[in-house]
């Protein structure tokens, strides 16, 4: 097996996730070839296309949200997902095991609040509640209340939440608009079911060919899956060693690698982006020591900037009606020239996200 070094490994990643090179793509092409885009933070996805794509809008994504061609629904890691609408019909029922999961065994919601209980009639209820409209959280937790009043509401409506293929409906991930989460389900709000022939195998082909070459461990750290080993066995795929670990990396065989030596610009992402969560093995972006200083809330909740490829810097934005402020807090010693190509890019950033408004960039140092 040959050999990648960690900056090959870099390079190759990139250059798949569209973040050496701009792409001429559709926001929809974009969101499928990540198969799906982590929307925890509602307007997240948009700065995601922003810096993969030439000359992407704002109102594409809010078009295809409006139309139903795209949604935000829970899937991978149990987190809410933007995904195209066949994308979420196809995979939602692969991602079960992991919701489930996150029903019965969850001490908040779950366990003992939801034991013994009819799960079933708890789903019809909720499917019920939602056929009247899309219903908050809140809401669903109001009509389930009086027909289960021994049991814990807001378990009863997360377990309606996880179960079913549930989706957010708009103006939730609108770019200008807002709201609380409203929830219906797929077969509701798209007017079909979840398809009842999944393929764990096209998962895991969609999943390398956006994020690897990558290793089991990888795929699963993604996903929220497990046992995905004996999928990875049965496929025709490509394989590579590790050259710091020595852990077995695989790959879609069509797939070339770019030359590791290629120049890499300056991209900011956004918070919770899955470039940085989609691997178990975080160092082809972030070194050890550099990753033991900050805490994962630090690194997702705020967004990140690549520099070389390598993540060394967070940054976030603040917005009035009249001016925008971009604050970047580097993780790493910066050069001049660092400061300056990440400055540049920065701008950028500022007039996507508030072209009418008054800018600054603000460097945060300690």
């Keep these: 097996m040959s050999k990648l070094s960690l ?31 982590q929307a925890q933070s509602p307007l997240a996805p948009y700065v995601g296309l922003w810096t993969r794509l030439n000359d992407f809008e704002p109102g594409e994504l809010a ?11 829970s899937m991978m890691r149990a987190t809410i997902h933007l995904m195209s609408s066949r994308d979420f019909l196809a995979f939602r029922p692969l991602i079960q095991p992991r919701l489930e999961r996150e029903v019965f065994q969850n001490m908040t919601y779950g366990r003992h609040r939801l034991e013994g209980l009819d799960i079933d009639a708890v789903l019809k209820a909720g499917i019920e509640r939602m056929t009247e409209a899309p219903a908050t959280a809140v809401q669903l937790r109001e009509h389930l209340a009086p027909l289960w009043p021994d049991r814990d509401p807001a378990a009863l409506a997360h377990a309606v939440r996880c179960l079913l293929p549930t989706i957010q409906t708009p103006p939730r991930g609108i770019w200008g608009k807002g709201g609380n989460p409203a929830m219906s389900t797929a077969e509701l709000w798209l007017g079909s079911p979840v398809t009842d022939q999944p393929s764990a195998d096209d998962l895991v082909r969609r999943y390398l060919a956006a994020y690897g070459p990558a290793s089991v461990a990888d795929a699963q750290n993604w996903s929220g899956l497990t046992r995905l080993s004996e999928v990875f066995d049965r496929l025709d795929l490509r394989t590579y060693t590790d050259a710091e670990s020595g852990r077995t990396l695989y790959d879609l065989p069509e797939i070339t690698l770019p030359d590791e030596a290629i120049d890499v610009p300056v991209r900011f992402l956004p918070e919770y982006d899955n470039l940085l969560l989609s691997h178990a093995d975080r160092t082809r972006w972030i070194d050890a020591p550099t990753r033991q200083r900050l805490t ?15 993540l060394t810097a967070l940054w976030k934005l603040t917005k009035t009606k009249t001016r925008a402020t971009l604050e970047i807090q580097p993780i790493t010693k910066l050069s001049p020239e660092a400061w300056q190509s990440i400055e540049s890019e920065a701008q950028k950033l500022l007039t996507f996200s508030a072209p009418d408004a008054t800018s600054e960039i603000k460097r945060i140092t300690a």
Excluded at 66 to 73: F, L
């Design 7 to 37: 900056q090959a490994l870099n390079r190759a990643t990139l250059h798949r996730q569209w973040l050496i090179e701009r792409h001429d793509a559709t926001a929809l092409e974009a969101i499928e070839h990540l198969v799906g885009m």
């Design 63 to 73: 078009k295809l949200i409006e139309n139903r061609e795209a949604v935000r629904g």
């Design 296 to 310: 994962l809330h630090d690194l997702l909740t705020q967004g990140t900037t690549l520099h070389n490829g390598r």
